[in-house]
């Protein structure tokens, strides 16, 4: 009997609604999966340290896994008017985050490189200090002035104001005025060594369990409330209205070009390895 495939993702919605199916064994013919929920910051070091079979990681980790991982071409997170915010406790402009303290949820996230990308053109001498903070705690910190500022990803988009915070400027924005692409977030990737029949039973069968998601949104409702972490259902639905779009069901041509957009803006900039030639080919 062939052994289930291990994998790590989020317990976000976007992440529990797209493979609520297929976890639960409800896309037929799928390869059997045996889940464990984990934060990103952790599953982009899972990756690295290639422990899992499959992993949601962030885009910015890829130029380092990519040689024992491939990116599979659905399942994760690309989109428009979705991307990171940079927070502050008043009402600030670009330029006065030069020399400033910032609070961000992992350095090997996309968030981070597009925010490095935003500041080098935006922030005169660049920002100072940056401190990593697990994402939960990022906007109690620059309410209460642990940080000058804060990056958040996901549902901190519709609850920032909850916490008296300033939206200082969005990278999602920034990236799509400056390059008219999506904003590449979150990545599948599952280990070569699987082989390429499985690699492509695996992507087919992610796919499937998108489209199911799609067709029975209410199927999916216990197990994205399950594990929302308290969120309101309604901010859950927008999260998942948000990260879940036709780039989750296949990245096409404008999703990779997005991908190798950003990475190659990285690397120019000394923040990331050089991508290989055929480094996010499939199979």
Known sequence: MTRPLNIAYSPCPNDTFVFDALAHGRVPDAPELAVTFADIDVTNGMAERGEFDVLKVSYAVLPWVLQEYALLPCGGALGRGCGPLVLTRRQSAAADLAGKTVAVPSERSTAYLLFRLWAAAEVPGGVGEIVVLPFHEIMPAVRDGKVDAGL???????????????????????????????????????????????????????RSSVLMAWDDPEASRPYVLEHAQEMDPKVADQHIGLYVNEFTADLGEDGYAAVRGLLTRAAAEGLVPPLGRDALSFV
């Not at 916490?163 to 005025?177: K, R, T």
């Not at 979150?186 to 069968?205: D, V």
């Open 152 to 206: 958040v990803i996901h549902e901190a988009r519709f609850t920032y104001q909850n916490y008296g915070l300033f939206c200082l400027a969005d990278m999602g924005e920034h990236w799509e005025l400056t390059t008219g692409l999506p904003i590449p977030l979150g990545a599948i990737i599952a280990k070569r060594s699987l082989g390429a029949p499985t690699l492509r039973a695996l992507a087919a069968a992610i």
